[in-house]
């Protein structure tokens, strides 16, 4: 399975209506993933929910604080339009209440942007690759 994780680029998704967010969590996240990581980067829930509809991704990142449609209600219509694919948020809402609501409604898992970005998205790429060798396991044990 690691062998897996090395030989394809894993596809993210990731949300934020902060363009300096999407772009240094992005170079942060290349640099700690050794470009394993395929990055498409938007700005909004509407856009991500767009890119789902044509394109795959094996995970979605997402940011709890967006105006129209925040990073909850994203995880919501994910999982009622496209189904059990891996969704973290990614966000410096830290309020447990916040955090348990987004456990209940199916976030796998919840990191806070809070203290050193390197050290986050160190924590973020783990939870990628962890999520998605969860995913291909559970699709061999199917199969």
Same mark, same amino acid.
């Not at 094996?58 to 994203?74: K, N, Q, R, S």
């Given at each position: 399975?690691? @062998?897996? /994780?090395?030989? &394809? %680029?894993?596809? =993210?998704?990731?949300?934020?209506?902060?363009?300096?967010?999407?772009?240094?969590?992005?170079?942060?996240?290349?640099?700690?993933?050794?470009?394993?990581?395929?990055?498409?980067?938007?700005?909004?829930?509407?856009?991500?929910?767009?890119?789902?509809?044509?394109?795959?991704?094996?995970?979605?990142?997402?940011?709890?604080?967006?105006?129209?449609?925040?990073?909850? @209600?994203? /995880?919501?219509? &994910? %999982?009622?339009? =496209?189904?059990?694919?891996?969704?973290?948020?990614?966000?410096g809402m830290a309020e447990p209440e916040t955090v348990?609501?987004?456990?209940?409604?199916?976030?796998?898992?919840?990191?806070?942007?809070?203290?050193?970005?390197?050290?986050?998205?160190?924590?973020?790429?783990?939870?990628?690759?962890?999520?998605?060798?969860?995913?291909?396991?559970?699709?061999?044990?199917?199969?």
């Amino acid at each position: 399975m690691a @062998e897996y /994780l090395n030989s &394809v %680029r894993i596809r =993210v998704l990731h949300v934020d209506d902060e363009p300096a967010h999407l772009e240094l969590t992005k170079l942060f996240l290349k640099r700690e993933a050794k470009d394993d990581f395929e990055i498409s980067s938007l700005l909004s829930a509407e856009e991500a929910l767009a890119k789902l509809e044509r394109d795959p991704f094996d995970v979605i990142i997402a940011d709890y604080d967006m105006p129209v449609m925040d990073g909850i @209600e994203l /995880l919501e219509e &994910v %999982r009622r339009t =496209v189904g059990d694919i891996p969704f973290i948020l990614f966000s410096g809402m830290a309020e447990p209440e916040t955090v348990d609501e987004a456990l209940e409604k199916g976030a796998d898992r919840y990191i806070t942007k809070s203290g050193d970005l390197a050290t986050q998205c160190n924590e973020l790429a783990h939870a990628i690759r962890e999520l998605v060798k969860e995913g291909d396991e559970k699709e061999v044990a199917i199969v």
